[in-house]
């Protein structure tokens, strides 16, 4: 097929079926035909990379010049970048197609996507349930058929938990190998764009592309992008793989961990040795990263403050009413938490009882998973304690909503790459088999997902 074709396909599942998914907040329909058209062009020319003319969708929160990007908030929603963001750029420069942007929570804040100003996005198999969060859209997105892959971004799960529950599968890069220029931050320290995608084939694909150094990102690392589809078959006889149990524990759910188990002895049956390790410190993750991330996005959602960007209150009185309006307006009531959390932990006489304790706290689980992994090459369990739940469940219950993040959170302070590749139903709903390695193996985690695969 050609490209105009495919995004014409695709383009009409959009228009058949987001009314009931609710995964795009903007759908780029003219450009993305512009796009295909080019793309055909290209091939036609033999001036082709393997991405030109796949049609994509990327989180709203990447800017891309001249098509809205919302971020899931009111605060945003009249606000077109005046730039691209590196990873929307190095696609589109590939050759890809956009087809639009796709819904999340709020800032990427949440873990179900019932925090976007857009409405909650609603699982495509099963559409009472929530797709996960905050990269619910792109999730949905893929596993409804509405675009080939889509980007998301992981600040403490957001790219891998919605992968599980769409039963997809999603990458969270090490920190630094993608650069973050043009994503608006959430929690700088943590934040990184990754792939999801069908397979790990195909998110290896799209990692070829979205990796690499980036000068406008100086925590971007100038390190050399191997081809990660190259690997892809490696057979993975001697594979050592860990068990930390602390992820085998109380709050995991006994059918999905049934399915992982299942999942672990699909890989000995491919030649893996598996043995159980200690992460003990998994269960401080929560607390710190709950401190941690709220500090830097009070740091980070400063910026919006009615005056120069988003959204801006009607017929302020006064400079101190213009901020407080616009912002009390203009976010919603999670982002809100998280800012005062936030800027508490960050205050006078509190900083170093809250947040240089969770920085040392940090440090310490970075520690455990680099002692694991002198005696492990990858680690696995669960990506999340349960499947997918019904929209509204824990809508009343922060705290049974941040423990959802419990296996995914620690990768992020310890700033591993990690990746959920779909393992199983329960109840007819997918399940995620989380695969952890060490900084800068995203290709041994791929090559891993693709094997099992
Ligand atoms: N669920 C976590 C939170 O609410 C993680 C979000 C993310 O990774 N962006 O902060």
Redo the contacts with the bound molecule.
């Keep these: 097929v050609s490209s105009v074709e495919l995004t014409q396909h695709y383009l009409d599942r959009i228009k058949q079926l987001n009314n009931k998914i609710n995964c795009f907040i903007t759908v780029t329909e003219e450009q993305a035909l512009e796009q295909a058209k080019a793309a055909d062009t290209a091939i036609a020319a033999g001036n082709a990379s393997p991405l030109t003319g796949i049609p994509l969708a990327h989180k709203d929160l990447f800017c891309t010049e001249g098509v809205k990007t919302s971020c899931g908030s009111k605060m945003l929603d009249n606000w077109v970048a005046p730039y691209e963001s590196t990873v929307t750029g190095n696609l589109k420069a590939a050759g890809t197609v956009t087809l639009g942007k796709l819904n999340m929570?709020e800032f990427?804040?949440?873990?179900s996507n019932e925090n976007s100003f857009y409405g909650p996005v609603r699982n495509p198999w099963n559409k009472e349930m929530v797709p996960g969060?905050?990269?619910g859209g792109s999730a949905a997105a893929v596993a409804a058929g509405l675009a080939v892959a889509t980007t998301g971004?992981?600040?403490?799960?957001?790219?891998r938990?919605p992968a599980s529950m769409c039963g997809i599968t999603g990458l969270k890069p090490t920190y630094g190998r993608v650069s973050r220029w043009g994503m608006v931050a959430?929690a700088s320290s943590?934040?990184q764009a990754g792939p999801m995608a069908r397979t790990a084939q195909d998110a290896a694909m799209l990692l070829n592309v979205m990796a690499g150094f980036d000068p406008k990102d100086s925590t971007c690392m100038d390190r050399a992008v191997p081809d990660y589809t190259a690997t892809l078959d490696q057979p993975l006889k001697g594979l050592r793989i860990g068990l930390p149990k602390e992820y085998f524990a109380e709050g995991l759910d006994a059918k999905v961990e049934q399915v992982i188990r299942d999942a672990i002895a699909e890989y000995e049956k491919l030649g893996a040795t598996v043995k159980e390790i200690s992460l003990p410190r998994t269960h401080h993750s929560v607390a710190a990263?709950?401190v941690i991330?709220p500090a830097e996005a009070s740091a980070n959602l400063s910026r919006f403050d009615g005056v120069r960007f988003g959204y801006r209150c009607e017929d302020p009185k006064d400079l101190e009413d213009l901020y407080k309006r616009s912002r009390g307006e203009g976010f919603g009531s999670?982002v809100k938490n998280?800012i005062m959390v936030g800027a508490y932990a960050l205050s006078a006489g509190y900083y170093d009882a809250y947040y240089a304790k969770a920085q040392k706290i940090r440090r310490l689980i970075r520690d455990d998973f680099l002692k694991a992994f002198e005696e492990v090459d990858v680690i696995m369990g669960p990506t999340a304690p349960t499947p997918a739940f019904p929209i509204g469940a824990k809508a009343n219950d922060p705290v049974a909503?941040?423990l959802?993040?419990i296996f995914?959170?620690s990768t992020?302070l310890a700033g591993l790459p990690g990746m959920s590749v779909p393992a199983g139903f329960v109840d007819g709903l997918p399940v995620g088999l989380q695969i952890i390695g060490p900084h800068f193996e995203e290709a041994r985690l791929l090559n891993a997902g693709h094997q099992f695969q």
Aim: net charge negative; hydrophobic share 25%; charged share 20%.
């Design positions: 929570d990427a804040m949440g873990g969060g905050s990269s971004t992981d600040t403490g799960g957001s790219i938990q959430f943590l934040d990263y709950y991330a999670e998280r909503m941040y959802g993040d995914t959170i992020n």
